[in-house]
């Protein structure tokens, strides 16, 4: 038996489990944690568990574009993740890392720390773990969650949306960083995380795409929520 197939029989029949991935920028932090509320299910960003454990290497010493070096200390740091979408939480050796994660030196470094297959293979195995526990069901947002951490979801989200619109949604963000130097990062780090070999960006074949780039936040939300509910009908 496969580690996600055991991971699915733990989970309560009724539970539903939902994988939302993606690009940067398509949305997929705020539409999770809106369909997580509304839904009354747990929620994972597992984006913020790859930046935790960039953050922990950067602080530590170990040289982030270093294959070797980050897949000997890939097992060093202890992450836990809060998974109330109302307040979600990550700490690093119990050190409450939320704000630091979200530094342009760790945005700079991520892509590097998840293309080691280390680290994938320990934070997939935290990814299982914390949704086979989840009672009443989980959205998870990433990039490989519908293709490897979860293959078996209940239902399967790919948002996209166009470079120009996802550099405007950040640039909203970062203040004094222009649009265009927005929209060149997102294209960098989309690629770096599409191309590496271990569990690359990618849409699994049986996730529904969903191109946000003309809709609202308010009209993906509706969108993911009606899609889940019916899924959960059909269970
Ligand atoms: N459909 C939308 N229309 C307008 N703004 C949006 C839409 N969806 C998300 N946003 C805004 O775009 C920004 C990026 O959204 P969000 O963080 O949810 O994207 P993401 O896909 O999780 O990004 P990343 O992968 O980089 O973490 C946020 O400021 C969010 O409020
Ligand atoms: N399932 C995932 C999720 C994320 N990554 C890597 O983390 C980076 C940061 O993700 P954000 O969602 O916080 O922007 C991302 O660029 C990937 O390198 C991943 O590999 N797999």
Redesign the pocket.
């Known amino acids: 038996m496969s580690d996600t197939v055991e991971t699915v029989a733990r989970t309560s029949p009724a539970a539903v489990i939902v994988a939302i991935?993606g690009p940067?920028g398509t949305g997929?932090?705020s539409t999770s944690k809106a369909v997580a509320a509304a839904l009354g299910l747990s929620y994972l960003?597992?984006?913020?568990?790859?930046?935790a454990i960039t953050w922990w290497m950067l602080g530590n010493g170990v040289d982030v574009d270093d294959p070797a070096a980050v897949a000997t200390a890939a097992a060093k740091p202890v992450i836990v993740s809060g998974t109330d979408p109302a307040a979600p939480t990550i700490t690093v050796d119990g050190v409450d890392a939320s704000g630091p994660i979200r530094t342009q030196e760790v945005?700079a470094g991520?892509?590097a720390?998840?293309?080691v297959p280390e680290v994938?293979t320990i934070?997939t195995e935290l990814?299982r773990s914390i949704a086979a526990s989840a009672e009443k069901g989980i959205v998870v947002?990433?990039?490989?969650?519908g293709t490897t951490?979860l293959p078996d979801a209940d239902l399967k989200i790919f948002l996209t949306a166009s470079p120009e619109a996802r550099a405007a949604r950040r640039s909203g963000e970062l203040k004094g960083v222009d649009a265009a130097t927005t929209r060149e990062a997102l294209i960098k780090?989309?690629t770096?995380?599409s191309n590496?070999k271990a569990?690359p960006?990618a849409k699994a074949a049986d996730a529904v795409e969903v191109d946000t780039t003309e809709l609202t936040l308010p009209q993906v939300i509706e969108c993911v929520v009606t899609l889940v509910e019916e899924k959960r009908a059909a269970k």
Do not use: F, H, N, P
């Not at 960003?45 to 930046?51: C, H, I, L, S």
């Not at 947002?141 to 969650?145: A, F, V, Y």
């Open positions: 991935d940067s997929k932090s960003d597992t984006g913020a568990q790859y930046r945005t991520v892509s720390v998840s293309a994938r934070i990814q947002e990433g990039r490989d969650i951490v780090r989309d770096a995380d590496r569990s960006l």
